[in-house]
C-alpha cells in the first residue's frame, strides 16, 4: 500500500534552498537588573541547507550549535537576522498561521530519549498529535498512519508499540518514537539536537542509520547538531564547525576531515579519540585556555586566546568566511 | 609483593531478599599493578560502575559482594570494618565519578572542601594542607588563584581537574576514574587524559578507568577489559586488543564508531539489547546478538575462560579447544 | 495517579475513611440529625445521657444534633474553598508560569503583594468589615488570603515544567498554548496541585472556625466554629460542660488530620521517594 506519508510535501516547498539564514543573531540577557549581561550565543551566522541535504553542525557546548536549533524551530526568537525556509522568509513576529505552516516544514529531534516524550501520554498519543494538530490524515485514518510511521522507523510489530508508555521503552526505542514524532509532521527539514549522545555506543549507529535511510528516501533535509567529529563524518555531506557562536569552517565533509584549514578544527581533529593514531606521546596536547566566554568575547577572533597560530592582528578585527577551495570556507587570517 | 588491586572471581547481586534478584557482577578477575592504567570499556548495564564501587570499598546495600574477593595490596577489602574503609579511602585509594564537577559542594570555597577533607585524615595545620593542596593544583594544571574560589566561579572543565586534584591531594595509590570526561568538551577532556598519564608517571599510581569509549581507552590504557553482561569477556593489552580483538562483542564495539577518516563506509550498530540482568539466558549472554554464534553450543553452555599467550584471555567458546576440534 | 498504589497507602485509606464518614454525616445530616439543631427547648446544659448523648448547651440545644449539622458549614467551605483557591492558583502560577511575558510579570508581582500581607490579620480585618456575611463572606475572605504560596509553588513548577524538552516538542509539533498547558503542563504537576487542594482545604476548615470562634461569622449559623463561640461565652469550662467544648474542636482536628493524610498520601504517590509503606 502507497503511503501518503512517504513524500515530504514537496509541492509547498519553493525554490531554493530547504533553509537558509542571514545574520541571525541571538542573544540571551542573564543576571539581574542591574548586574545584567548579554550572552551573544550566535552571531552574525549564515548557513544554508540545500534540499535532501546532510548538514553536520559540529562544535563543543557553548558553541551555539544548540541555539541554532530552537532559533531555526523558533522556540526562541531570534535577536536579529532572517530565517527562510524554502525560499520564504519567516517574519520577526509571524501570525499563528504562519508559525504554524512553519513548524509543519520544519521539525526537531531532541537530545535526551528519557525527557523528550512526556512521561503521561502512550506513544500513539506522542505520535498522533502531530497528524491531529497539523491536520494531515482524516481521523479515521489516524492510527494506520500512526502504525505505519513506528513501522518506518523500526518499531515493529507497530501495534505492540501503540499502548506503551515511555519508561517501558529503552533509550533507543524513545528515540525512535521522537523520529517518528518528527516525521509525522511531513517536514522538509528536520532538525537534530544530538540525537544520540545519550544512547548506548551500539544502539547509536542504528538511530544515525534510522535518520540518513528516512533522509534519502523521502529527500529531507537534515541538519545533524553534534560535538562527535566521527558522527558528523559519518552522517554528512558537509560539516560546519562551530565557535562562540559562528561558523568557523564550512565545507565538504571529507576534505573538513582529511584538510582541515582552521585551528580550531585542527585542534578538534587531534583532540578526538582515534585509536588508529599511536600513542600520542611525542605533542604535548597544548589545548591552552578555555573555552570563550560569550558575555565578554575579545574583540577579533574568538579563538585566538587559545589558537597555536595567532598573530597581532587576529585580536585586532574578525576575519572573514573566505572560499579557500570548491564549497570550503574559512574564517581565519591565515588564509586571507 | 602483592598487586596493588586484585579482584578475584568477584560476584556482586542487587536486591534486598536473598538471593538477589539482579547479578551485576559475575565472576569477574583482574588485576592492577602500580602505575599502571587498566581500562575497562562496556556500556551501560554491564556492571563495570558496581564493579568499580566494590572494589573502591565503596558499595553500599541493596548492593552486595555474594562471593569472590577485592584485595588491596594484599589485604580483603571486604573483611574490613566501616571505619577502616574510611581510613582507606583518599589516602590509599580514590574515586572520580561522572559528571563529578557537580559533586562539588556549591556553597562552600574550593579550600575549604580540601581543608574538611584533609582534615579527616589526619593534616590538620590549614598551612600544610594549603601548600600540599596547591602542589596538586599545579599538577592537574589548575591556576592556584582558582583555590579561593567558589565552583560556580569554574567551568566544567576546570571543575573535573579540581575533583580530580581532591581525589590525588593525598597521593592514594589507586585512583578509579568513572566516566571522568564524558560530560565534557572533547579539547578538554584531551589534555586531562594527558595530565592524568603525566601524574601516573611522576607519581606512580595506578588507574581503573572505566568509560564506554573504547578508542579512547586504546590511546591510554596499557590493558583492556570488556564487560558485558556483567562478565568480562575479554582482557588484553590496549594495542593488541585493537589489532586483533577476539571477542565477536568487542570487534561489534569497535566498529561502532565511525572513523574520522578514510573512506566513508556504512557500518552496523550491535542489533537487539543487552540481556535482561534478572533473567540471563542459557550459556552466553551475547548469544542472541553474535554474529558468530554456534548454535547448539553458545546457547546452551556458558563459554570457558581461555587464556592466549600474552596476557590475554576471552570468554567465548570459539576460542575454546572443543571448538578448535570442530573447526 | 497511580489509584493502586493509593489502596496500598494506609494513611491514604485512614485520611479517606474519616474524610467519607464526614461527608456521609454532612449529606445526611438532615435524616440523621436526632433534633432540629436549632432547637432551644430542651434543659440546657444537661450532662450527656440517653436522650441528648452529647448533653445540651446552655441555650439548651442538642450538642450532638449541633455538631451533626455543623459538619455541613465546614465541609462546605473547605471544598468549596479548596477548589476556587485552586482554581486561582491555576490561572495565577501554572498558567501565568508557563505563558512567561506580560501576564505573568503582572501574576507574579500580584502573587507577592498577597504573599507580602500577612493573613490572620487579613483575614479578621476583612471579616470584621464584612460583619455578618456568614459562611459565603467567609469563604471569599478565606479565598482572598490562601491562593498566594501555593499559587508561588505552582508557577516556579511550571516555569521548570516549560523548558522540559517534551513541552518544547509539543510547541514545535504545533500543539496550541491550552493544549499544552492543559495535557503536558498539569498531568506533569497533578500531584503538587492536588497536593495544594488538601491543604488549601485544611486551610480553609480551620480558618472559618476560627474566624467564627472570635465571633465573626454569622453567630447564628450552626457550624463548629460557632458552637466554640458559644461554649466560650456561655463560659462552658466553668460550669462544667466540657463535652459541649470538647465535641466540635475534637471534630475539627479529625476533619483537618484526614485532609493532612490525605495530603501525606498525594505527596508519596507523587513523589515515589518519599514512600515507606
Same mark, same amino acid.
Given at each position: 500500500m502507497v503511503s501518503t506519508l512517504g513524500q515530504s510535501a514537496e509541492t509547498s516547498a519553493g525554490p531554493g534552498p530547504a533553509l537558509e539564514v542571514r545574520g541571525l543573531t541571538k542573544n540571551y540577557s542573564v543576571g539581574r537588573i542591574g548586574r545584567q549581561k548579554v550572552v551573544?550565543?550566535?552571531? &552574525?551566522l549564515d548557513l544554508s541547507v540545500e534540499k535532501g541535504e546532510v548538514l553536520a553542525l559540529v562544535g563543543e557546548s557553548g558553541s551555539g550549535k544548540t541555539t541554532f536549533a530552537r532559533t531555526v524551530a523558533f522556540l526562541e526568537r531570534p535577536t536579529r537576522g532572517e530565517i527562510l525556509v524554502g525560499g520564504q522568509a519567516l517574519p520577526r513576529h509571524p501570525s499563528t498561521h504562519r508559525l504554524r505552516e512553519h513548524r509543519r516544514e520544519v521539525q526537531m529531534i531532541f537530545q535526551d530519549p528519557y525527557s523528550s516524550?512526556?512521561?503521561?501520554?502512550s506513544v500513539r498519543y506522542s505520535v498522533t498529535r502531530p497528524l491531529r494538530s497539523f491536520g494531515l490524515v482524516p481521523r479515521s485514518a489516524e492510527r494506520e498512519a500512526v502504525e505505519e510511521l513506528l513501522d518506518q522507523v523500526g518499531l515493529v510489530p507497530a501495534v505492540n508499540f501503540?499502548?506503551?508508555?515511555?519508561?517501558?521503552?529503552?533509550g533507543g526505542q524513545r528515540q525512535r518514537v521522537g523520529i517518528a514524532r518528527a516525521l509525522a509532521a511531513q517536514p522538509n527539514l528536520i532538525l537534530a539536537d544530538?540525537?544520540?549522545?545519550?544512547?548506548d555506543v551500539s544502539i547509536r549507529l542504528t538511530i544515525m542509520n534510522l535518520l540518513l535511510d528516512l533522509q534519502r528516501n523521502r529527500s529531507l533535509s537534515l541538519v545533524f547538531i553534534t560535538h562527535d567529529l566521527g558522527a558528523a563524518n559519518y552522517m554528512s555531506d558537509r560539516i560546519a564547525i562551530m565557535y562562540a557562536g559562528r561558523v568557523q569552517e564550512i565545507g565538504p565533509a571529507s576534505e573538513v576531515m582529511s584538510e582541515p584549514k582552521h585551528p580550531y578544527t585542527q585542534l578538534l581533529r587531534r583532540a578526538a579519540?582515534?585509536?588508529?593514531? &599511536?600513542?600520542?606521546?611525542?605533542?604535548?596536547? &597544548?589545548?591552552?585556555?578555555?573555552?570563550?566566554?560569550l558575555t565578554s568575547l575579545p574583540p577579533g577572533c574568538p579563538f585566538a586566546p587559545r589558537c597555536?597560530?595567532?598573530?597581532?592582528?587576529?585580536?585586532?578585527r574578525l576575519p572573514e568566511l573566505r572560499?579557500?577551495?570548491?564549497a570550503h570556507r574559512v574564517r581565519c587570517v591565515l588564509y586571507e | 609483593m602483592p598487586p596493588l588491586l586484585e579482584i578475584s572471581e568477584l560476584t556482586i547481586g542487587y536486591g534486598?531478599?536473598?538471593?538477589?534478584?539482579?547479578?551485576?557482577?559475575?565472576g569477574v578477575s583482574l588485576t592492577v599493578a602500580a602505575g599502571e592504567i587498566v581500562g575497562i570499556a562496556g556500556e551501560s548495564g554491564c556492571g563495570k560502575t558496581t564493579l568499580a564501587l566494590a572494589a573502591a570499598g565503596l558499595l553500599d546495600p541493596?548492593?552486595?559482594?555474594?562471593s569472590g574477593s577485592v584485595s588491596y595490596l594484599g589485604t !580483603?577489602?571486604?573483611?574490613?570494618s566501616a571505619s577502616e574503609l574510611r581510613h582507606l579511602h583518599l589516602a590509599e585509594i580514590s574515586m572520580v565519578f561522572q559528571?563529578?564537577?557537580?559533586?562539588?559542594?556549591?556553597?562552600?570555597?574550593i579550600r575549604d572542601q580540601f581543608h574538611d577533607a584533609m582534615a579527616a585524615h589526619g593534616v590538620r595545620s590549614s598551612d600544610e594542607a594549603r601548600r600540599q593542596a596547591e602542589e596538586t593544583f599545579d599538577l592537574v594544571k589548575i591556576?592556584?588563584?582558582?583555590? !579561593?574560589?567558589?565552583?560556580?566561579?569554574?567551568?566544567g572543565g576546570m571543575r573535573q581537574r579540581a575533583v580530580i586534584a581532591l581525589a590525588i591531594v593525598l597521593r592514594p595509590k589507586l585512583l578509579f576514574l568513572d566516566e571522568?570526561?564524558?560530560?565534557? !568538551?572533547v579539547v578538554v577532556q584531551r589534555s586531562i587524559l594527558q595530565s592524568l598519564d603525566e601524574l601516573r608517571h611522576q607519581l606512580g599510581f595506578g588507574i581503573v578507568f572505566i568509560t564506554h569509549d573504547i578508542s579512547l581507552l586504546v590511546e591510554i590504557a596499557d590493558r583492556i577489559a570488556i564487560m558485558y553482561a556483567g562478565a568480562v569477556v575479554e582482557e588484553a593489552p590496549a594495542r593488541a586488543l585493537y589489532e586483533e580483538p577476539l571477542h565477536p562483542y568487542t570487534t561489534a564495539l569497535m566498529s561502532c564508531f565511525p572513523p574520522l577518516g578514510g573512506p566513508r563506509q556504512r557500518l552496523e550498530g550491535i542489533p537487539g539489547q543487552p540481556p535482561d540482568l534478572r533473567n540471563l539466558p542459557k550459556g552466553c549472554s551475547f548469544a542472541t546478538r553474535c554474529p558468530k554464534v554456534i548454535a547448539g553450543t553458545c546457547d546452551v553452555v556458558e563459554p570457558p575462560t581461555v587464556r592466549r599467550g600474552g596476557a590475554r584471555r576471552v570468554l567465548c567458546h570459539l576460542y575454546s579447544e572443543q571448538a578448535a576440534d570442530v573447526g | 495517579m497511580n489509584w493502586r498504589a493509593l489502596l496500598h497507602n494506609r494513611r491514604a485509606v485512614a485520611g479517606a475513611l474519616i474524610f467519607a464518614l464526614f461527608c456521609l454525616v454532612a449529606l445526611l445530616a438532615p435524616v440523621i440529625?436526632?433534633?432540629?439543631?436549632?432547637?432551644?427547648n430542651f434543659t440546657p446544659l444537661?450532662?450527656?445521657?440517653?436522650?441528648?448523648l452529647l448533653g445540651t448547651t446552655v441555650?439548651?440545644?442538642d450538642i450532638l444534633s449541633q455538631l451533626i449539622w455543623g459538619a455541613r458549614a465546614s465541609l462546605f467551605v473547605g471544598l468549596v474553598c479548596g477548589a476556587l483557591i485552586s482554581l486561582v492558583q491555576l490561572v495565577m502560577g501554572v498558567f501565568a508560569g508557563y505563558v512567561g511575558g506580560v501576564f505573568d510579570t503582572v501574576a507574579a508581582a500580584v502573587t507577592n503583594v498577597f504573599l507580602v500581607l500577612p493573613s490572620i490579620p487579613l483575614l479578621i480585618i476583612l471579616a470584621a468589615y464584612l460583619q455578618g456575611g456568614g459562611l459565603l463572606m467567609l469563604v471569599g475572605v478565606i479565598t482572598i488570603t490562601g491562593w498566594a504560596w501555593g499559587a508561588k509553588v505552582l508557577r516556579s513548577q511550571a516555569i521548570a515544567l516549560r523548558e522540559r524538552p517534551f513541552v518544547q516538542a509539543a510547541r514545535v509539533t504545533g500543539e496550541s498554548r491550552w493544549h499544552i498547558v492543559f495535557a503536558h503542563v498539569v498531568p506533569n504537576m497533578l500531584g503538587i496541585i492536588v497536593s495544594n487542594f488538601f491543604g488549601a482545604a485544611l486551610f480553609a476548615v480551620l480558618a472559618e472556625a476560627g474566624l467564627e470562634f472570635i465571633?465573626?461569622?454569622?453567630?447564628?449559623?450552626?457550624t463548629w466554629g460557632t458552637m466554640l463561640y458559644w461554649a466560650s461565652e456561655g463560659d462552658a469550662i466553668l460550669l462544667g460542660a466540657w463535652v459541649w467544648l470538647l465535641v466540635p474542636g475534637l471534630c475539627l482536628a479529625l476533619l483537618g488530620t484526614s485532609l493532612g493524610l490525605l495530603n501525606f498520601a498525594v505527596d508519596e504517590i507523587a513523589n515515589p521517594r518519599l514512600r515507606r509503606d
Open positions: 551573544r550565543a550566535l552571531s &552574525e516524550l512526556d512521561p503521561l501520554h501503540l499502548r506503551r508508555y515511555p519508561h517501558e521503552l529503552s544530538e540525537p544520540t549522545s545519550m544512547l579519540p582515534s585509536p588508529e593514531n &599511536e600513542r600520542q606521546q611525542e605533542t604535548s596536547f &597544548e589545548a591552552k585556555g578555555d573555552p570563550p566566554d597555536p597560530f595567532v598573530q597581532s592582528r587576529c585580536q585586532e572560499q579557500v577551495a570548491v | 534486598w531478599q536473598l538471593p538477589p534478584s539482579v547479578i551485576a557482577v559475575r541493596p548492593g552486595r559482594v555474594l !580483603d577489602l571486604t573483611s574490613l559528571a563529578s564537577m557537580n559533586v562539588l559542594n556549591p556553597i562552600m570555597r591556576p592556584r588563584r582558582f583555590f !579561593d574560589a567558589y565552583p560556580h566561579q569554574l567551568s571522568p570526561t564524558t560530560a565534557l !568538551d | 440529625v436526632p433534633y432540629s439543631p436549632t432547637d432551644i444537661l450532662h450527656p445521657s440517653a436522650k441528648h441555650n439548651g440545644q465571633g465573626l461569622g454569622n453567630i447564628n449559623d450552626i
